[in-house]
Nanobody, 120 residues
Framework: QVQLVESGGGLVQAGASLRLSCAYS????????MAWYRQAPGKQREWVAR???????NYTDSVKGRFTISRDNAKNIVYLQMNSLKFEDTAIYYC??????????????WGQGTQVTIFA
C-alpha cells in the first residue's frame, strides 16, 4: 500500500523557518531516492530537493543554501528543513520518489501535501 503523508507546513513570516516531514511506505520507497516537490498557485509542480539512499543530496538552485533534505530510514520519514523562507517559497509541498513517482493502476500517486504560506 502506498503511503505518503506530508506535514509541518504553516503560515510564517519571511525569514522564518519550517521543518516539513513526510512519512512514506517502507516497502515501496526504502530502496529509492526520495524528493520534495512543490506546486505554487498557477504553476506546475517542480522538484525542490532530493536525497539518495546513501544520503547524497541535490537541490534546485532557488533553495540552495536555505533548504536541507534528510531522511530517517529507520522511521521511514524524509524531512525538509527550510530556513530564510521567502514569499516565493509559498506553495503546497509534496514528497515522492525520485526520479519516478509512485503510481497506482498506472496513474501517478501523490499525498495530500502540506501548505506553506509566507507573508512579508
Amino acid at each position: 500500500q502506498v503511503q505518503l503523508v506530508e506535514s509541518g507546513g504553516g503560515l510564517v513570516q519571511a525569514g522564518a523557518s519550517l521543518r516539513l516531514s513526510c512519512a512514506y511506505s517502507r516497502s515501496i520507497f526504502s530502496a529509492y531516492a526520495m524528493a520534495w516537490y512543490r506546486q505554487a498557485p498557477g504553476k506546475q509542480r517542480e522538484w525542490v530537493a532530493r536525497i539518495a539512499t546513501d544520503g547524497g543530496t541535490n537541490y534546485t538552485d532557488s533553495v540552495k543554501g536555505r533548504f536541507t533534505i534528510s531522511r530517517d530510514n529507520a522511521k521511514n520519514i524524509v524531512y525538509l528543513q527550510m530556513n530564510s523562507l521567502k514569499f516565493e517559497d509559498t506553495a503546497i509541498y509534496y514528497c515522492n520518489g525520485f526520479p519516478g513517482v509512485a503510481t497506482i493502476n498506472g496513474l501517478d500517486y501523490w499525498g495530500q501535501g502540506t501548505q506553506v504560506t509566507i507573508f512579508a
